[in-house]
């Protein structure tokens, strides 16, 4: 079972920021938190990971909570190309292994 | 750089029937993974490919699935044979190394529709 809990949909006006939030209360303290998206009919596209610190890219940034319970995903000018189901993963040991286990994620819908 | 690339796109076939999935990933990836979405459902992991050796084949749904990869570059995944539940689209991901983080890179997967 997946390791995080994320609102099933969210909608956010072009330009603004979004800010999509994730419940991950169990995780380990050597487990990262990562954020892939799947825009459409394509496979999903990683969008970045951290484990105890904010981290920002170019696409992002990602907010982790000092207990590291819950973490937030924010892209800082929505476009419409954004639209698209974000899925927050805890990458932990599973049946022996490490794997990724995709939850049902946030499904964005950025407006015009 | 090439990304993972899977093939077919798209495959249409009659239940009973056999199809044969492929995937190469980015050269120099020694990690291969499959997953798959059925229709409504979240995304599921099917195996782990660690070079040729499957390292995690866990959530292969039943022996109906066959996955190689042979000599540790592209993989294929052998549905036979096909049933109706078996349609979805199908993911393969690779990455360098697993380690304390590990960034998976997707193919644009394969959509089999099983009649």
């Known amino acids: 079972d997946a390791k995080t809990t994320q609102p099933p949909s969210m909608d956010c006006a072009e330009g603004r920021a979004a800010n999509l939030p994730c419940n991950h209360s169990t995780i380990s303290g050597n487990e990262y938190v990562y954020w892939y998206r799947q825009i459409h009919s394509q496979g999903p596209q990683y969008i970045i990971h951290?484990?105890?610190n904010n981290e920002t890219n170019e696409m992002a940034s990602l907010i982790i909570t000092e207990d590291r319970k819950s973490s937030t995903l924010i892209l800082p000018h929505a476009t419409l190309r954004d639209t698209a189901v974000y899925y927050c993963?805890?990458?932990?040991?599973?049946?022996?292994?490490?794997?990724?286990?995709f939850g049902t994620g946030t499904r964005l819908k950025v407006l015009a | 750089e090439a990304g993972v690339t899977q093939f077919p796109s798209h495959s249409v076939i009659e239940k009973g029937q056999t199809v044969t999935l492929r995937c190469d990933p980015i050269?120099?990836?020694?990690?291969l993974y499959w997953y798959r979405r059925v229709m409504g459902k979240e995304i599921k992991f099917l195996l782990h490919f660690v070079k040729e050796s499957k390292q995690d084949e866990s959530g292969m749904p039943n022996n109906r699935f066959l996955a190689e990869r042979t000599g540790g570059t592209y993989s294929t995944l052998k549905v036979q044979p096909a049933e109706l539940e078996d349609s979805g689209v199908y993911f393969c991901?690779?990455?360098?190394?697993?380690?304390?983080?590990?960034?998976?890179?997707f193919g644009s997967g394969t959509q089999l529709s099983v009649l």
């Open positions: 993963i805890v990458r932990g040991l599973t049946s022996g292994t490490y794997k990724y286990i």
């Open positions: 951290g484990l105890k």
């Open positions: 050269s120099g990836h020694d990690n």
């Open positions: 991901a690779s990455s360098q190394q697993p380690g304390g983080y590990e960034k998976l890179f």
